[in-house]
């Protein structure tokens, strides 16, 4: 069974740290690429950043990029999004997805329609 769980939200002040997890299980990392969305209330579901093995790439969309870090640990099955600075406007549920085709490295960010199965997401709350 194909299972993706995130842990690691909270509540956090603005300019603090969180560090989120992404536990796979039921498939490998050589086979399918992960990505992390957000989604605030009222807003659209999107793709912050990705990792893929296949050609060793990441991606960070321009909101993110610099604050936050993208890592896995192929040995623990667990992909991990570094969130330094954090703004109130980070606020959102967080969530990985994975996605069979993706190689990240080619620029090209992780579409809501494009992934193949989802965690039920972590909440961040950061405050002013």
């Known amino acids: 069974e194909v299972q993706l769980v995130e842990s690691g939200g909270g509540l956090v002040q603005a300019g603090g740290s969180l560090r989120l997890s992404c536990a796979a299980s039921?498939?490998?990392?050589?086979?399918?690429?992960i990505a992390w969305f957000r989604q605030a209330p009222g807003k659209e579901r999107e793709g912050i950043s990705g990792?893929?093995?296949?050609?060793?790439?990441?991606y960070y969309a321009d909101s993110v990029k610099g604050r936050f870090t993208i890592s896995s640990d192929n040995a623990k099955n667990t992909v991990y999004l570094q969130m330094n600075s954090l703004k109130p406007e980070d606020t959102a549920v967080y969530y990985c997805?994975?996605?069979?085709?993706?190689?990240?490295?080619?620029?090209?960010?992780?579409?809501?329609?494009?992934?193949?199965?989802w965690g039920k997401g972590t909440l961040v709350t950061v405050s002013s």
């Open positions: 997805a994975a996605e069979r085709t993706a190689g990240y490295g080619l620029g090209y960010p992780p579409t809501y329609y494009g992934m193949d199965y």
């Open positions: 990792i893929s093995k296949s050609d060793g790439g990441t």
């Open positions: 039921g498939f490998s990392f050589d086979d399918y690429a």
